[in-house]
């Protein structure tokens, strides 16, 4: 009996010491890289885009979209109307949208880039009450050239207001609202945003960077491959109209699809006000499919308050 008893405590001990080295490993080691590394201008873009967190939040308990920024291609000053030398790129947090992690939390940008952005950029002046407008800039620190965040309302006069007047719908993404969307629909239980060092190179791109996730939240790397990989889809394919056929009825463009139809995000109505009738574009899509048509029913475009607008905006802006 005793000899079995010490044998149970050196067992335990054993597994004790075990588990905790792998969480050792697994927990601990890899935050001490992630505390040292440096937000790249794909860490800028990517946190910059999607906003504070794309999970469950108080401010979108429903996951609908809600508290996000937009992207805006901004060709003219938004204060002077003056064509810009060159466009620019900006992220619009409207009044009461929450700010992004590496305003609200500047460590997670990394040495220098955080230095940048305080002194530069000036992003301690944003203010979520009032809303802010942001964009990636470059600088100078300790000899190397760095992307940091600018605070463009603070050092430009840049307002979310003076610069939605100005946009043109076709240059505004939802990129916020669809990750809300991929993440809400379930997409990475199919679909990884992480590339292997494997033969992925040759087939979905470079495998990203430790300092391209900096500030996200939640990454969505996804846990199983039973679809291809995203992280590049956009530089893929950044047809907005194949995506469209694909969201509304993946079996339109590859017939053997296990993807289920998101043609519900389209909401009630198209493009243009009309009730969009899913009984009746499925019935002629049945016809099609047995041979009976001999082209498949148009897919409807979509309202710009859609919230397949958002999704198809944030897969295309994977690249």
Sequence with gaps: MSVNFREYKIGARMFGLALGGSMLITLLLPSFDIAASVSTDVALDKQLSAGWDSGWQLGDPLLKGHNKPVKVLV???PLTGVALAQAETVYVYPAGTSLPNGVTHSDNLGAGVKDLSLEKGKIKDAKKESGAVFLINHGAFNGNNLPYV?????TKGWTPDAVMAKA?????????????????EGCWWCHTLLPEQ??????????????DFNGESPTAFGSDRKAPDLLHVGSRNSSKEWMMLHFFNPRLVQPHSIMPRFDYLWGEVDANGKKIDFDKWRAEYNEYHEGKRVAAPEVPMYAKDSEIRGLIDFVLSLK
């Design 198 to 211: 494997t033969q992925d190179w040759q087939a979905f791109g470079t495998p990203p960077m430790l300092g």
């Design 75 to 77: 060709k003219n000053d």
């Design 150 to 154: 600018e605070n463009a309302t603070a």
């Design 168 to 184: 043109d719908d076709a240059n505004v993404s939802h990129v916020g609202s669809g990750k809300t969307m991929f993440v809400r």
